[in-house]
C-alpha cells in the first residue's frame, strides 16, 4: 500500500496550490481521508479531513481557504489551498487509517512572503 503525495511547491502569499494524494494496494473510499502538516520546529498537525461520507473538517487556521475533496474512482484525495500565507508553510502529509496507519511521504509547501 503506498500513498503518493505531490503537488507542493514555492508560492507567492496569496497564492495557490492543489495537493493530490494517489493511493494505491487497497481502496479507501470506506475510510476517512486527511491531510496533515508539519512546520519545521513544530509537531505534526491535522489540517483537513473528509469521512466516507463527504463530510469534512478544517482546522480552524485553514477554514475558509482551503478545500478537501476525493475521488473514489481514481482513490485519490485533494487539497485546494487558497490565500496561502507565509505561516502556510510546511511538509504536508496526505493519511488515511484502515486498522494501520497509513502515511504518504509528504510534499513541501513553502509560501514566500
Known amino acids: 500500500v503506498q500513498l503518493q503525495a505531490s503537488g507542493g511547491g514555492t508560492v507567492q502569499a496569496g497564492g495557490s496550490l492543489r495537493l493530490s494524494c494517489a493511493a494505491s494496494?487497497?481502496?479507501?473510499?470506506?475510510?476517512?481521508r486527511d491531510w496533515f502538516r508539519q512546520a519545521p520546529g513544530k509537531e505534526r498537525e491535522l489540517v483537513a479531513s473528509i469521512n466516507w461520507k463527504g463530510s469534512t473538517y478544517y482546522s480552524d487556521s485553514v477554514k475558509g481557504r482551503f478545500a478537501i475533496s476525493r475521488d473514489n474512482a481514481k482513490n485519490s484525495w485533494y487539497l485546494q489551498m487558497n490565500s496561502l500565507k507565509p505561516e502556510d508553510t510546511a511538509i504536508y502529509y496526505c493519511?488515511?487509517?484502515?486498522?494501520?496507519?497509513?502515511w504518504g511521504h509528504g510534499t513541501l509547501v513553502t509560501v514566500s512572503s
Open positions: 494496494g487497497r481502496s479507501f473510499s470506506n475510510n476517512s
Open positions: 493519511h488515511s487509517k484502515s486498522g494501520w496507519d497509513y
